[in-house]
Each structure stands twice: as C-alpha cells, then as structure tokens.
C-alpha cells in the first residue's frame, strides 16, 4: 500500500515571532550595543527593517547598496524573488559605515553559523534567528494590512506563502474580539 503524503500547510504561531514585549527587549538591547558592536546591531537591525533572510543579509554586496534612495537589493534565495527595499537613513548610513570596514566585495563577510552564535548573544528570549523575519512580516501586516506589499517585501513568488501573515494576525484579531 502506497501512502500519499499530504502537504500540510504552515502555521505561524507566537513561538516564531517575537511578541510586542520581547521585540522592544530586542531594540533595547540593540541600542545598548550600537555604538560597542556596530557590526552585529546593524546586521539585526537590517533583518528586523528588511524580512530578509539571515542568508540574503550575508550575501549583500557593495554594489547592492543604492545611495540615489537610500535601499538595498536583496538576492532571493530558495526560490524567491529578488527585490529591492528602502532602509530609513540612519540604517541606511550604517550599513554604508559598514562598507569602509569591509575588505572586500561582502558587506557582512561572515559565515551563517557565525551569525546564529551572535544572535544567541543577543536574542531577548529562545527563539530562532528566523523568527525576526516572522517579526518584520507579521508588523508590516498588522500595520498596512496590505497582504501584497508584504508578499513583495518577503520575496515569495506565490502569495499562498504570504498568507499565513494574514489568517494568523486575523485569526487573533477575531478572537480577541469574540472572546475578550
């Protein structure tokens, strides 16, 4: 007898993002390093602004960097779209800071399991180094409501993937209504 494996779907859950009260946690640890680990604060700050993943933030080059508008391109791994996303000034001119520092083409020239040891330095609670890309995807939902732009931030191809965003913020929104 042949078994048909059912794809079973994703499911955002609070253990993948970081709540409210560990995302300030998170900026104020952030903050408190900034000016001593200028490198690894600009790193999670770009994956908090971006949604990208550790490995796209990894991949940036110099010429990745636009100073015309102050925004990134993000290569798209695993089957993502490429795009390119606005950084707010002060992140922009950190990463740029982070260019004279770099001796090559890489603007963060460090491996990916490095990375994973800097954020268990740094992460407010014990969750995944992905869970800031949930972070960044679940606020700019709940703050545009706009399933499409976070498509397009996030680099998914089918929107399919992007909606998990969307029935997990409502889904919470709806039964705080009903319940609360």
Not at 116 to 136: A, C, D, G, N
Not at 149 to 166: C, D, K, P
Request: some cysteine.
């Amino acid at each position: 007898m042949t078994r048909i494996k059912a794809k079973v779907r994703y499911a955002l859950n609070k253990n993948k993002y970081l709540l409210d009260p560990e995302y300030d946690r998170l900026i104020h640890i952030l903050d408190s390093f900034r000016d001593k680990d200028r490198r690894n604060c600009t790193l999670f700050w770009l994956l908090l602004h971006t949604g990208a993943r550790a490995q796209e933030i990894l991949n940036l080059r110099v010429d990745d960097l636009n100073t015309f508008d102050e925004s990134i391109f993000i290569r798209g791994i695993k089957g993502s779209n490429d795009r390119e996303l606005p950084l707010p000034s002060w992140l922009f001119k950190r990463v740029m800071n982070e260019t004279q520092n770099s001796d090559n083409q890489m603007i963060f020239p460090i491996t990916y399991n490095r990375l994973r040891q800097i954020w268990e330095m740094y992460r407010p609670v014990h969750k995944k180094l992905h869970s800031l890309r949930h972070t960044f995807a679940i606020r700019l939902y709940r703050k545009t409501k706009d399933l499409r732009l976070v498509q397009v931030a996030l680099g998914h191809r089918n929107i399919t993937n992007t909606m998990v965003y969307a029935d997990y913020a409502y889904s919470q929104q709806e039964l705080r209504k009903l319940i609360l």
